[in-house]
């Protein structure tokens, strides 16, 4: 009977350590499966063909950097839409994070277009040669256009519950690069915010940004960053917080002002040198500094770069 007994125990175990492996390898090869899923919805997605939408577009009379340019835009455009379209499609099989993947290498792809056009138009070192004015007009609205459609494309996303726009979580897209330039000493890279964001996430402060410019000083010499200011495209919904400062503005109940201003960190304190107030500070807080009024119409990215780099200029000229 002993026997009988061990010999019974020993076949359950046995049965079950079978019926485990055979779970673990089901599991293992779904795993893999799903990996492999993603990864190949991710090359779907990056391998999307242009869904002809601008095919039938006549190109206009360009020069031949335009043209050139010109077809770049179309290829992005219609790009952006396909990725679009798949994305919204295969929503039911795949997982944000593999959204968040696919929506971030396009955005990516895009920055040397952004970049090219800033250095076409804006940048001012190194242009032996610089374009006409109408030409800068162009490209500038080449930009605009390819701005406005991502930012399209990620409200969309965001609508579809695709992804998240809140900056404060920490797999969203909240913003995106939209081109650098060189003017003088200074290297300005620009981002958009898809929607106005509280200017800070932890304090209600009445400002939302729209644009953010990372301002480096570079070394002459060297070409080295030498420190960073931060600027701001800002919303205002309460204009009683500088109304004293523009006495040309007359009516008391004006609400929503746009505004550039500067980034003044407050912390941890910018001049301590001791690190553990960098370290225990979770999200640091800055006041804002308004350096130029826009009044209560949002500018395009073009027009609010266009009035960051006189401002710069004039700052650098005082």
Not at 152 to 158: D, G, K, P, T, V
Not at 276 to 303: N, T
Request: charged share 25%; with cysteine.
């Amino acid at each position: 009977m002993k026997v009988s007994i061990s010999k019974t125990v020993y076949m359950c175990v046995n049965e079950r350590q079978r019926c485990n492996s055979e779970d673990t390898r089901r599991t293992v090869s779904e795993g893999v499966s799903e990996v492999e899923r993603q990864r190949s919805f991710l090359a779907d997605v990056a391998m999307a063909p242009s869904c002809g939408k601008y095919g039938c577009c006549s190109c206009p009379d360009l020069s031949q950097v335009e043209k050139s340019i010109w077809l770049q835009l179309q290829f992005f455009l219609s790009k952006a839409d396909c990725i679009l379209d798949c994305l919204i499609q295969g929503q039911k099989c795949v997982s944000r994070d593999t959204v968040v993947t696919a929506v971030q290498s396009f955005l990516y792809t895009c920055q040397p277009f952004f970049n090219h056009l800033e250095h076409l138009t804006r940048s001012t070192v190194s242009q032996s040669n610089p374009l006409p004015a109408e030409s800068c007009t162009r490209l500038l609205d080449f930009s605009q256009q390819l701005c406005d459609k991502l930012e399209q494309m990620l409200l969309r996303c965001s609508s579809y519950s695709l992804l998240s726009l809140d900056e404060k979580e920490p797999q969203s897209v909240s913003q995106f690069c939209i081109g650098q330039s060189q003017l003088g000493h200074l290297r300005l890279t620009a981002f958009r915010y898809c929607v106005p964001t509280p200017y800070l996430s932890q304090v209600n402060t009445g400002l939302y940004k729209r644009m953010r410019w990372n301002v480096e000083k570079l070394n002459k010499d060297e070409e080295r960053e030498e420190e960073t200011d931060y600027y701001f495209l800002c919303y205002e919904d309460d204009f009683t917080a500088h109304k004293e400062a523009d006495d040309s503005h007359g009516n008391d109940d004006l609400k929503g002002i746009w505004s550039i201003g500067r980034w003044v960190q407050v912390d941890p304190d910018p001049n301590s040198d001791d690190i553990y107030d960098w370290i225990l500070c979770e999200v640091p807080l800055a006041d804002y500094h308004r350096l130029l009024f826009l009044g209560e119409d949002e500018p395009s990215s073009c027009k609010a770069t266009d009035s960051l780099m006189k401002l710069l200029l004039t700052l650098e000229t005082d």
